[in-house]
């Protein structure tokens, strides 16, 4: 039997709509992360991620544009400069995901804070920069002074370890200066030439360079450390709170997004750079690219790299305990 053509037309139209509004429902669950209906997801909950401005923003950005031309997120992002930042809003309980280095994530694991590592995102951004062209070995910064940001945080604990690695002992045979409160004041003296020899990190080596072309790197601490101890630098922690991590399908769907836009940020360093500048974490789009090669950018998920993440803390722990909150913290650190 023949259908006339309207009728045919009638019912395309109406799959159509039906076709339109899964499709909808789809858009929308993924947005506002629709899980299992047998638990409470708490759509109508904003969960937020505590981030930092530099290589842990950079890695996210694509997430964090996404998120910000999304009508109904479900997400919000956070954006600090220091760490002690994104530290206060984990013990207040207002960031449900925090990004911060892995010493101090270890320190408030141990402390009794409810989050546990989800991945390392960012492998190793620490330089030793300046404009003192007479260092060519470690064994010229004898008698040298080299500014480093806040006594006892990882930058410093760190160049510490290298310096004794290579047969200097640090506050006898260097001077380390402390003058420069954070990682942005320090930058800016090397920038104006007021800190000949500084500890900082990228993206800040980049911009530093792009202000003062007499400034240069002196060493990559970082292919130093993995030269000296043989492991990658696993410098900074991606952390899920307990009531985050209830929702694991959410979980993933942040776990997948994250690694989708570290990967596109490194294969697409000039879109990377211009959502860079549009959200404020660097002025300068140039800055910006030339700094993604220098920030480590690789998300591995940290359960497939215990051993690393356990070797990392170790080092650290061997040199003075308290670095690391007093002892190594037990495996249920990992999620």
């Known amino acids: 039997m023949n259908c006339p053509k309207s009728h045919v037309l009638d019912i395309f139209a109406q799959s159509f709509e039906t076709?339109?509004?899964?499709i909808l429902l789809f858009i929308l669950c993924g947005l506002l992360g629709c899980g299992n209906p047998a638990k409470?997801?708490?759509?109508d909950h904003t969960w937020t991620i505590a981030t930092l401005k530099g290589p842990s923003s950079m890695g996210m950005i694509r997430?964090?544009?996404?998120?910000?031309?999304?009508?109904h997120p479900g997400m919000?992002?956070?954006?600090?400069n220091e760490p002690m930042q994104v530290r206060k809003m984990m013990l207040d309980g207002s960031a449900d995901y925090a990004i911060l280095p892995t010493t101090m994530a270890a320190i408030l694991y141990n402390k009794g804070l409810d989050y546990r590592l989800i991945a390392i995102p960012v492998w190793g951004t620490l330089y030793l920069f300046g404009s003192d062209t007479a260092i060519t070995r470690w064994d010229d910064l004898r008698n040298k002074r080299v500014y480093a940001m806040a006594r006892g945080m990882t930058p410093d604990v760190l160049f510490r370890h290298l310096l004794q690695k290579n047969g200097i002992t640090p506050d006898t045979d260097v001077t380390l200066d402390y003058s420069f409160p954070t990682h942005i004041d320090l930058a800016n003296a090397v920038a104006a030439g007021q800190a000949e020899l500084a500890v900082i990190s990228e993206p800040l080596?980049?911009?530093?360079?792009?202000?003062?072309?007499?400034v240069r790197p002196v060493f990559d601490l970082n292919r130093e450390w993995e030269r000296l101890q043989?492991?990658?630098m696993a410098q900074t922690a991606f952390l899920g709170s307990a009531e985050?991590?209830?929702d694991s399908g959410q979980v993933e769907r942040l776990i997948a997004a994250y690694e989708r836009s570290t990967r596109w940020v490194n294969q697409y360093p000039d879109s990377a750079a211009a959502l860079i500048v549009k959200h404020n974490i660097l002025p300068d789009a140039e800055v910006a690219r030339k700094s993604i090669p220098g920030s480590n950018l690789n998300f591995v998920r940290a359960g497939r790299i215990r051993s690393e993440v356990a070797e990392y803390l170790e080092v650290f722990y061997h040199m003075n305990p308290d670095i690391i909150g007093?002892?190594?913290?037990?495996?249920?650190?990992i999620y």
């Open 244 to 246: 985050a991590l209830e």
């Open 19 to 22: 076709m339109r509004s899964i």
């Open 205 to 214: 080596v980049s911009l530093v360079m792009h202000r003062n072309n007499k």
């Open 326 to 333: 007093g002892k190594m913290p037990d495996e249920d650190f």
């Open 40 to 43: 409470d997801t708490r759509v």
């Open 230 to 232: 043989g492991i990658p």
């Open 63 to 71: 997430l964090i544009d996404s998120l910000s031309r999304a009508d």
């Open 76 to 80: 919000r992002i956070e954006l600090l």
